[in-house]
């Protein structure tokens, strides 16, 4: 990687290798979830694509942490789109089938 296209490092206590670059001024950080040098690099490459798309104003930088979406926070858009929508599914049923752990019986 050349300089300025962010980095790949070590962090003493974590199993995982890093990654760090920058968007809008601000350092981003995260785990990179491997201890392989190759793949981390390649997560590194696609942030710093998703970076200068951002920069270019294809599409908004969202960061990692816009990849993670809890359950709670899926079954609430659900909720609101049954509200708004009439759709054919019940939020709470299947907030209590997912919090149960059943065994694969269909959400009705």
């Keep these: 990687m050349a300089r300025g296209d ?7 206590g974590s199993p995982w290798l890093w990654i760090s670059y920058y968007c809008r001024g601000r350092e981003n950080r995260e785990s990179a979830k491997t201890t392989d040098r190759e793949e981390a690099e390649k997560l590194l490459r696609r942030r710093i694509k998703q970076v200068g798309a951002d920069q270019i104003g ?7 942490a816009a990849e993670r979406v809890k359950m ?5 858009a659900l909720e609101v789109t049954k509200k ?3 759709a ?4 709470a049923k299947c907030r209590a089938y997912v919090n149960a752990g059943t065994d694969g019986a269909p959400c009705r």
Excluded at 6 to 12: D, T
Excluded at 72 to 76: E, G, I, R
């Design 58 to 64: 294809v599409k908004r930088f969202l960061g990692p």
């Design 88 to 91: 054919l599914v019940c939020p």
């Design 84 to 86: 708004n929508n009439g």
């Design 6 to 12: 962010g980095r790949v490092y070590s962090r003493s």
């Design 72 to 76: 709670n926070q899926l079954f609430d």
